[in-house]
């Protein structure tokens, strides 16, 4: 539905680093002059910003102003949530709009909301691969989750509000996002460039003057560039604006952000054989060296938070590759 010929558009996490790509999108998309978007942001100068130099309406707020986040969600027909993946209340004040907004207009509003494969980690701590799988097409493999797994508590809210009716809802779950945002909301100042996984390892490795790993490093996790898990976003955007019967959503809506995997080891060596070339590790030892528990808890705040990073996550984004209508995207080096 749109209001005075245009679609409203309520986004949030323009500031950071999915949400500022996907944002860049939608201000480049062919249709641009018919969105009427909204964003959520904390920083007054950076609201400004997106006023006076890219005309999105920018909102001064919290996402523990829930108030303020149903009322936004009330007006908007699409909500692009790409912020936090784990806050309840968050997605209940947006629900709880949406929810308000059918009922009283009639409209059925849709949400895109952000999700994460870290929904599929084990405890392999590094020591093996898994051979478990999961395709985004097969919604009973979907459905097995447990609910207490990373994000899912958030995930079942959204996949509940579309068999009640109210909302047509989808999630994309991105995996490990690597390449630096270069688009104009980074030239800007309003968005964050940088992915959160491997900067991690990197900061841990500069501190220790070494990279290191989580046990062997064994276990595997997919990856996707940010301009790809972006590209993503609108291409199911535009499937759901131009042929919303025939764009799954609900249990069929779910969408891997994925695009080939990689070992912690991998990566960890990588980093290793870079520190050793630039000169902050020694000579001989690009190879990485366990974590030891303190490290864990030093590097990611708890010995968990540690043990996440030697975790498996293995899955094959089938159901977004249908929607492109393309079998994969080349993998990107940067």
Same mark, same amino acid.
């Given at each position: 539905? /749109?209001?005075g010929?245009?679609?409203?558009?309520?986004?949030?996490?323009? &500031?950071?680093y999915?949400?500022?790509? =996907?944002?860049?999108?939608?201000?480049?998309?062919p249709s641009?002059? &018919?969105?009427?978007?909204?964003a959520?942001?904390?920083?007054?100068?950076? %609201?400004?910003?997106?006023?006076?130099k890219?005309?999105?309406?920018?909102v001064?707020?919290?996402h523990?102003?829930?108030?303020? +986040?149903?009322?936004?969600?009330?007006?908007?027909?699409? @909500?692009?949530?790409?912020?936090?993946?784990?806050?309840?209340?968050f997605?209940?004040?947006?629900?709880?709009?949406?929810?308000?907004?059918?009922?009283?207009?009639?409209?059925?509003p849709?949400? +895109?909301h952000?999700s994460?494969?870290?929904?599929?980690?084990?405890?392999?701590?590094g020591?093996?691969v !898994?051979? !478990?799988i999961?395709?985004?097409?097969? @919604?009973?493999?979907?459905?097995?989750?447990p609910? !207490?797994?990373?994000?899912?508590n958030?995930?079942?809210?959204?996949?509940?509000?579309? !068999?009640?009716?109210?909302?047509?809802t989808? +999630?994309?779950?991105p995996s490990?996002?690597?390449?630096l %945002?270069?688009?104009?909301?980074? %030239?800007?100042g309003?968005?964050?460039p940088?992915?959160?996984?491997?900067?991690?390892?990197?900061?841990?490795?500069?501190?220790?003057? *070494?990279?290191?790993?989580?046990?062997?490093?064994?276990?595997l996790?997919?990856d996707v560039?940010?301009?790809?898990?972006?590209q993503l976003?609108?291409?199911?955007?535009?499937?759901?604006i131009?042929?919303?019967d025939? /764009?799954?959503?609900?249990w069929e809506?779910?969408?891997?952000?994925?695009?080939?995997?990689?070992?912690?080891?991998?990566i960890?060596?990588? +980093?290793?054989? %870079?520190?050793?070339?630039?000169?902050?590790s020694?000579?001989g030892?690009?190879?990485? &060296?366990p974590?030891? =528990?303190?490290?864990?808890v030093?590097?990611w705040?708890?010995?968990?938070?540690g043990?996440?990073?030697?975790?498996?996550?293995?899955?094959?984004a089938? *159901?977004?590759?249908?929607l492109?209508?393309? *079998?994969?995207?080349? *993998?990107r &080096?940067?």
């Amino acid at each position: 539905m /749109t209001e005075g010929g245009k679609t409203s558009i309520f986004l949030t996490g323009a &500031t950071g680093y999915i949400g500022g790509a =996907v944002l860049a999108k939608l201000l480049s998309h062919p249709s641009a002059n &018919t969105f009427d978007i909204t964003a959520l942001v904390r920083n007054a100068d950076k %609201a400004k910003i997106l006023e006076s130099k890219f005309a999105v309406k920018a909102v001064v707020g919290t996402h523990q102003e829930l108030d303020k +986040i149903h009322d936004l969600a009330v007006q908007s027909h699409v @909500v692009f949530h790409l912020a936090d993946a784990d806050d309840e209340p968050f997605m209940k004040a947006l629900l709880g709009g949406m929810k308000e907004r059918h009922a009283k207009i009639g409209d059925l509003p849709i949400l +895109i909301h952000t999700s994460g494969t870290g929904v599929l980690t084990d405890d392999a701590r590094g020591e093996y691969v !898994t051979d !478990t799988i999961y395709s985004d097409l097969n @919604v009973e493999q979907i459905k097995s989750i447990p609910a !207490t797994a990373l994000h899912r508590n958030v995930d079942l809210l959204v996949f509940d509000a579309d !068999t009640q009716g109210f909302a047509r809802t989808h +999630i994309v779950a991105p995996s490990t996002i690597y390449g630096l %945002a270069q688009h104009a909301l980074v %030239a800007a100042g309003v968005s964050n460039p940088h992915s959160i996984q491997v900067p991690a390892l990197i900061k841990a490795a500069f501190d220790r003057k *070494r990279a290191g790993v989580v046990g062997p490093g064994k276990a595997l996790w997919p990856d996707v560039h940010i301009d790809d898990v972006a590209q993503l976003y609108i291409v199911l955007f535009d499937a759901i604006i131009s042929n919303p019967d025939k /764009t799954g959503h609900g249990w069929e809506g779910f969408y891997f952000g994925e695009n080939g995997e990689h070992s912690w080891y991998d990566i960890s060596k990588a +980093i290793g054989e %870079a520190f050793v070339e630039l000169g902050i590790s020694a000579p001989g030892e690009a190879e990485p &060296t366990p974590f030891t =528990v303190d490290e864990l808890v030093k590097y990611w705040g708890s010995e968990n938070g540690g043990w996440y990073n030697g975790s498996n996550s293995r899955c094959r984004a089938d *159901r977004g590759r249908s929607l492109a209508g393309r *079998r994969s995207t080349p *993998r990107r &080096t940067s």
